[in-house]
């Protein structure tokens, strides 16, 4: 398995523009050709791709350096340079990009950023093909390439995700998490529908949170039953698990200690996470009644949401990111 990195130290430079050309025409029968040098190509920038695969910084640790390549020089006969190649930086979303000297925040990226170009290739210098004036045929300069820049980061990772969604097959997880979220995940009346963890961002305030959709979790989790629950590791480092209970479900009754029992034998760490527990589709029929024998059974704030009339959404979403604040306070403290 890979090490989890959340930090790492690297080089980053961007590419010197190449140089513009000096030349003139040469052709039979035209001994004083006009100039035609062409222009050097800018230098490759240094872009960082954000993709929700790579989930750690791991690769950074390994290689720390960065550099694009700079630009190709002008050529004769009016051909440019090659741009340098780009240097990519792959990281998954939530990484934190510093200035390792001042500590400066950079850029925080999130899912929604696709690629960040934070330097710039130098550019290319022109070639004297522009240069021609009518006091001056034949100018003997180009232009030189631009300089690239260079920087010391400090990369950090942030938890993954603030809340994670817990819950049974077909509760709604995926479905809050698209209407919450600009996330797109795949949504369907059967079991099983979310194979694989889907990260989105909502915001509150101005602030964003960061809300991860797993795959459904069946009594008997914990040894294989479903699909496992291998893939708990992705909430490991959510700060709110967050226990989607489906009204719609016969057993709606029993889901919340069902789903308590797998998460505890998966893990004490995950099972002691703070929590918040919400039932879902209350839009449908008996749903307020079978919300009150909820309540009345838990004994805890459950709070009642639909996805589909957006019932209690807005006040949902106040209470988890005061929740992730006051964590992250206490996190500080500590
Ligand atoms: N009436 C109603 N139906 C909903 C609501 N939210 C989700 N559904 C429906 O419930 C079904 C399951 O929704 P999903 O969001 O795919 O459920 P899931 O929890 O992600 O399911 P898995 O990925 O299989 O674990 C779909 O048919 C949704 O349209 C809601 O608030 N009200
Ligand atoms: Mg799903």
Redesign the pocket.
């Known amino acids: 398995m890979q090490h989890f990195v959340d930090e790492a130290f690297i080089k980053i430079r961007s590419g010197k523009g190449g140089a513009g050309c000096v030349s003139f025409r040469r052709e039979k029968f035209i001994p004083y050709g006009g100039p035609d040098g062409g222009d050097g190509g800018d230098g490759g920038s240094v872009v960082f791709h954000i993709k929700q695969n790579v989930r750690t910084l791991y690769k950074l640790k390994l290689h720390r350096d960065f550099f694009a390549d700079n630009g190709h020089p002008g050529m004769g006969t009016q051909k440019s340079g090659k741009k340098g190649a780009d240097a990519i930086v792959e990281v998954p979303p939530g990484t934190l990009l510093y200035d390792a000297d001042t500590n400066e925040l950079i850029k925080d990226l999130t899912i929604d950023d696709e690629e960040f170009v934070l330097l710039k290739g130098g550019k290319g210098g022109r070639g004297n093909m522009h240069f021609a004036t009518s006091t001056n045929q034949v100018p003997r300069y180009a232009q030189p390439g631009l300089p690239g820049q260079e920087l010391n980061l400090r990369v950090e990772l942030k938890l993954i995700a603030d809340v994670g969604l817990v ?1 049974f ?7 809050l998490l698209s209407v919450v979220t600009k996330a797109k995940p795949k ?3 059967y ?4 194979l694989v963890p889907n990260l989105g961002v909502f915001e509150v305030d101005n602030e964003h949170f960061v809300m991860a ?1 797993i ?2 979790i069946i009594e008997g989790a914990s040894h294989g039953a479903g699909l496992g629950i291998e893939f708990l590791k992705h909430i490991e480092r959510t700060k709110i698990l967050l226990f989607m209970i489906n009204l719609e479900d016969e057993e709606y009754l029993d889901q919340y200690d069902k789903l308590r029992v797998e998460l505890k034998t998966y893990s004490k760490h995950l099972a002691k996470k703070p929590f918040m527990v919400v039932a ?2 209350m ?2 029929e008996d749903s307020d009644e079978k919300y009150r024998l909820l309540q009345e059974k838990l004994g805890i704030d459950i709070i009642p949401i ?3 009339t957006h019932k209690g959404l807005e006040k949902l979403l106040y209470l988890l990111k005061d929740k992730t604040k006051s964590i992250e306070s206490n996190e500080r403290i500590k």
């Open positions: 819950g097959p077909n509760a709604g997880k995926s479905t949504i369907a009346n079991p099983f529908t979310t959709d795959p459904g879902s589709k839009d449908i639909s996805s589909v």
